[in-house]
């Protein structure tokens, strides 16, 4: 081989070794029905996080938020059919999620209260909301 296709090749392989590895996540299952979000764990510790989502409901097309920053129990205001999450920082999304269908969000949590909803109209005040807590290290 010639040094310059030695050398992509380590290099490939060098940033393969740093792409995110989910294989130690934590999986969180997130069930997605048109009243809830169901958490599988309502604490768990910091780091790398995959919510392994379904959507369980026969007839809507849901999402999932995580947003970091609320404050347990705490209810949003609602306006104009959504969530007022002003003063949330989104930490990530998956969108689109058709009826009957499973997805997953891969994510890193610090530790902290996060906020796991759809906010698509009228979802949120229906009660499609759960807060999830991240432990220390």
Known sequence: ????????????????????????AAPVAVE???????LGSAEIAAG??????????ADLV???????????????SVSNSVADTAGLDLVDEVEDI???SSTSLTVDLEPGTYLVMC??????????????TVTGD
């Open 1 to 24: 081989m010639t040094r310059k296709v030695i050398a992509t090749l380590v290099g490939a392989l060098s940033l393969a070794a740093c792409a995110p590895d989910s294989s130690n």
């Open 32 to 38: 997605l029905a048109n009243d809830r979000v169901t």
């Open 48 to 57: 790398r996080v995959v919510f392994e989502i379904e959507n369980e409901s």
């Open 62 to 76: 849901h999402e999932v938020e995580v947003f970091a920053g609320g404050t347990e129990g705490a209810v949003l």
């Open 98 to 100: 058709v009826p009957g």
């Open 119 to 132: 906010n698509l109209p009228d979802h949120y005040g229906n009660g499609m909301w759960a807060y999830l």
